[in-house]
């Protein structure tokens, strides 16, 4: 009898952004938010808290089937240090064609470290619910082409002020909004950015925005109308864990 040996999945969260309080005490950190959204039973997920100036060792890059760079209230085209570390060890996974999925400041460093052009958004601040749309006639190449049924739109929450403003040579732009004109973009079958927060629950985006309120980033009126936004509709979060599931996998997912 031959036994076949699955060997066990890898992945890491790079973490751009410092825990708040509030999902410290309800989650335990934004780790675990991400392993719940995208993590497999029997997977390994490790963390980095590259904010902090923890990044993996180089060495070690070839261990791992894909990484997932989280969002950040830090600018993408910032160049504090730690940023231009992530750009590089970006470039080398790229080189590497280990799969990176970039998740809001994630989606933007990544353009940028591959020879985009991000910067603030034209139209100010997106904050909560946005129906992004599915670009169609999709290259057969692109990942989501294994899909059997793609949603011509997808809701998810947003909070955002900087944007994609062009994207890297040979990405495809695959989503769009009527705020943002790049939702998604991939590159190869190895790099997929994501401008909204597919693992954000409605409960972390409320703290978010009372948190951008008391340190006056956004006025009392903008606030009340994102959260009552939150209050009519849900985001589609099933269905953007399956598009994430389907990125970090090989083989082929019904959504």
């Keep these: 009898m031959i036994m076949k040996v699955t060997a066990e999945k890898r992945y890491a969260l790079l973490l751009a952004a410092r825990d708040s309080d509030y999902v410290k005490k309800v989650y335990g950190g934004y780790f675990n938010v991400f392993v719940a959204a995208f993590g497999e039973e029997g997977e390994r997920w490790d963390l980095f808290r590259v904010v902090d100036g923890e990044f993996p060792d180089m060495n070690d890059l070839p261990k791992y089937d894909g990484f997932v760079v989280s969002g950040s209230p830090y600018d993408a085209y910032g160049n504090d240090f730690w940023i231009l570390k992530l750009c590089f060890l970006l470039q080398t996974l790229d080189a590497m064609e280990i799969k990176v999925l970039g998740i809001c400041f994630g989606h933007q460093v990544l353009c940028r470290a591959l020879g985009g052009k991000v910067g603030k958004a034209y139209t100010g601040w997106d904050i909560g619910l946005r129906k992004v749309r599915i670009v169609k006639d999709l290259s057969p190449c692109n990942f989501l082409s294994n899909l059997s049924e793609i949603p011509a739109s997808l809701s998810i929450i947003e909070c955002h002020q900087d944007e994609v403003w062009e994207v890297p040579l040979g990405a495809e732009v695959i989503a769009f ?79």
């Design 177 to 255: 909004s009527d705020k943002t004109g790049v939702e998604m973009f991939t590159i190869g079958d190895h790099v997929l950015g994501i401008q909204g927060h597919p693992e954000y629950t409605k409960d972390i985006l409320y703290s978010l925005i009372d948190r951008l309120l008391n340190s006056n980033s956004i006025e009392v009126e903008f606030a009340e109308n994102a959260k009552l936004g939150l209050e009519i509709a849900e985001p589609d979060r099933k269905c953007w864990e399956r598009i994430a599931g389907i990125f970090s996998s090989e083989g082929s997912v019904d959504i």
